[in-house]
C-alpha cells in the first residue's frame, strides 16, 4: 500500500541536529548557545499561539541560502521515507526565505532540488504547496501569483497563519486566478475558526481543507449533518487532521476528546498529517500511535494513497 502525507509544513519539520549545525554555521545566538535545541523548539506545552509562533522566527533564521533549503527539504523527505511514506506533500510560505540573494525562484527551485535528491535516493515522491500568510493582504496576492508563474514548479496554494478575522473570501480574487490556472488549492480552515470558514474555503475552490476538523461543530448529537458538513460528507473533500497539532493549540485536551474517530465513523475523508514536526516534537509513526487512542482501529489505513485526494500527479 503506498502512503501519503499531505499537511506538513518545511519550516515546522527541521531536524534539531540540522537546527543546531545551521545555527553554529551563521552563529544564530539563540540556537547555538543552548544545550537541548529539541526542547528549545517544543512547543508542546505552549500556552500561547505568540509562544508557538516565536519558534517559527528560529527556524525561518536557518532557511535563508540554497543551500539550506536544500538540505532541509532533502531531509524532510528522508524522514517521511523513514516513516514509510510514499507521496510528501510539503509546505512553505516563500517569501521568509527571499533575501538579497535569494529570488522566490530560486527558494522554489531549492526545496525542489531537495526533494529531487531525496526520490533519487530513496524512491519517495515530494512537491510544494505554497503558502500565503493570511493576516498579510500583500503577501497572499503576491504569492498567488508566484504560484501562477511557476506552476509548473509547485503542486498546489494555500492559506495559512491566523485564521481567525482572516476568512478566505478575503482573498477571493487571488484564489479565483489561481484556480482558472488550474493550480490545486488546500485552505487552512476549521482549526482557528469554525464552520462559517470551511464553508467559505469550499466556495473559494479548495479541494481539500487543511484541519477542517472543526466540520464537527455541524453536526449534532443525533449525528445530522448541516450544510456544509453534508457538502463535505457528501462530495468525499478530504480533511487534513493534525491530531497531535490539535492537542498542541489546546483545541482538545486529549486524544480521546478529538473528533477523529466520529468524523470517521460517520464517513467523512480522513488523513493523518504531522503539521510540524519539530514544534510538536511528532512524526507520521507517533501521529498512528495518537490516531489508535483516539480510537482509529486501522490508523495506517488513513495514511493510504489516493489519486483523487494527492496533488502529486
Ligand atoms: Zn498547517
Not at 528560529?58 to 536544500?70: G, Y
Not at 533575501?99 to 531537495?114: C, E, F, Q, Y
Not at 526520490?119 to 496576492?141: A, F, Q, T, W, Y
Request: hydrophobic share 35%.
Amino acid at each position: 500500500m503506498y502512503k501519503q502525507v499531505l499537511h506538513d509544513h518545511l519550516d515546522g519539520g527541521l531536524r534539531p541536529s540540522t537546527a543546531r549545525d545551521l545555527a553554529k554555521q551563521i552563529d544564530y545566538k539563540p540556537i547555538v548557545e543552548i544545550d537541548n535545541v529539541a526542547d528549545f523548539f517544543d512547543r508542546s506545552s505552549s500556552t500561547s499561539l505568540e509562544n508557538y509562533l516565536e519558534a517559527f522566527t528560529h527556524s525561518i533564521a536557518l532557511m535563508q541560502t540554497f543551500s539550506n533549503l536544500e538540505q532541509i527539504a532533502y531531509e524532510a523527505a528522508l524522514d517521511m521515507h523513514q516513516n514509510n511514506i510514499n507521496f510528501y506533500e510539503s509546505r512553505y510560505a516563500p517569501f521568509y526565505s527571499v533575501n538579497d540573494t535569494l529570488s522566490p525562484k530560486d527558494v522554489i527551485n531549492a526545496i525542489n532540488s531537495g526533494f529531487k535528491q531525496a526520490e533519487n535516493e530513496c524512491g519517495i515522491v515530494s512537491g510544494l504547496i505554497l503558502c500565503g500568510m493570511r493576516h498579510d493582504p500583500d503577501n497572499v496576492k503576491a504569492v498567488a501569483e508566484l504560484a501562477i508563474d511557476y506552476k509548473k514548479l509547485i503542486i498546489g496554494f494555500d492559506i495559512a497563519g491566523p485564521e481567525l478575522n482572516y476568512l478566505p473570501s478575503m482573498y477571493k480574487d487571488s484564489f479565483l486566478k489561481v484556480k482558472n490556472e488550474g493550480i490545486n488549492i488546500t485552505i487552512h480552515a476549521g482549526e482557528g475558526d469554525g464552520v462559517n470558514s470551511i464553508q467559505e474555503a469550499l466556495d473559494n475552490g479548495a479541494k481539500r481543507i487543511g484541519h477542517g476538523v472543526r466540520i464537527i461543530e455541524d453536526i449534532n448529537e443525533d449525528n445530522e449533518l448541516g450544510n456544509t458538513a453534508d457538502y463535505v460528507l457528501q462530495n468525499n473533500i478530504p480533511l487534513e487532521i493534525c491530531i497531535t497539532s490539535n492537542l498542541h493549540t489546546n483545541m482538545y485536551k486529549s486524544p480521546q476528546d478529538h473528533p477523529i474517530s466520529r468524523l470517521h465513523n460517520l464517513g467523512f475523508n480522513i488523513s493523518l498529517n504531522t503539521d510540524n514536526r519539530l514544534m510538536s516534537n511528532t512524526s507520521i509513526d507517533n501521529e498512528l500511535k495518537i490516531a489508535k487512542i483516539a480510537g482509529i482501529e486501522d490508523p495506517a489505513s488513513l495514511l493510504k494513497y489516493s489519486a483523487s485526494d494527492s496533488f502529486l500527479n
